[in-house]
C-alpha cells in the first residue's frame, strides 16, 4: 500500500512539474512573440519614417530646383534686354553717323523742296546775287541743317550706349562689339556734326560770289 501511495505521489508530482515546464514555455513563446511583433511594429514604423523623410527631401531638391530656374529665367531676363538694348543703340548709332555724312534721303528732300520754294519767291529780275542765295544757298543750308540733326541724334545715342556699358554691374556679361560700333557711331557723329557747321556756316563750300 505504501509502495502505491508513493507511485502516486510521484506521478502528481511529476504531471505538476510537466504542467508548470509546459506553462513556462508557453509563456516564454509569448514573450518572444510579443517581442518579435514589437520589433516588426518598430521596422515598420522606422521604414514610415525613412520614407518620409525621403519624400520631403525630394520635395525640397524640387521646390530649390525650381527656385534655381526661375532665378535663371530672371537673370536671364535682365540681362538678354540689356546686351540686345546696347547693341542695337550702338548699330543705330553708327547708321546715324553715316547718314549725317551722306544727308540722307530727308535732307535731300528738303533740300530740292527749299530750292524749289526759291525759284518760285524769286523774281527773274532780281540780281544773279538774290538768286544764288535764294535758289541754292537756302537749298544748301537746309541739308546741312538735317545732316547736323542726324549727326548730333548719332552722338548722342553713341554716348548714351557707352555711358550704360560703363555703368553695367561688373558681373553682367558686357559685348565688346557693342561698345566698338557705338564708338564709331560718336566718332561719325562728331565728324558730320562738325562738317554740318562749316557747311551752313559757308566756311566749307560756300556759295560762289556773284561778280
Excluded: C, N
Amino acid at each position: 500500500m505504501a509502495t502505491k501511495t508513493e507511485e502516486g505521489a510521484e506521478a502528481v508530482t511529476e504531471a505538476r512539474t510537466d504542467g508548470t515546464t509546459a506553462e513556462a514555455g508557453t509563456a516564454e513563446q509569448r514573450e518572444e512573440r510579443a517581442a518579435e511583433r514589437r520589433t516588426a511594429g518598430e521596422g515598420a514604423a522606422e521604414a514610415e519614417e525613412a520614407e518620409e523623410a525621403a519624400e520631403a527631401a525630394e520635395a525640397a531638391e524640387a521646390a530649390e530646383a525650381v527656385k534655381a530656374v526661375k532665378a535663371g529665367t530672371r537673370d536671364g531676363d535682365d540681362t538678354a534686354p540689356s546686351g540686345v538694348g546696347q547693341g542695337a543703340g550702338a548699330v543705330v548709332s553708327a547708321a546715324l553717323g553715316l547718314v549725317s555724312l551722306s544727308g540722307g534721303w530727308i535732307g535731300t528732300l528738303a533740300g530740292a523742296r527749299e530750292q524749289l520754294v526759291g525759284q518760285l519767291r524769286t523774281s527773274t529780275s532780281a540780281s544773279v546775287a538774290t538768286q544764288l542765295k535764294e535758289v541754292y544757298g537756302d537749298s544748301w543750308h537746309t541739308t546741312a541743317l538735317w545732316a547736323g540733326l542726324f549727326a548730333l541724334a548719332a552722338l548722342v545715342t553713341g554716348v548714351v550706349v557707352l555711358a550704360r556699358s560703363a555703368f553695367t554691374a561688373p558681373g553682367r556679361p558686357k559685348a565688346a562689339w557693342s561698345r566698338s560700333v557705338a564708338w564709331a557711331g560718336v566718332s561719325l557723329g562728331v565728324i558730320g556734326l562738325l562738317l554740318a557747321v562749316l557747311k551752313y556756316s559757308d566756311a566749307l563750300l560756300g556759295l560762289p560770289s556773284a561778280g
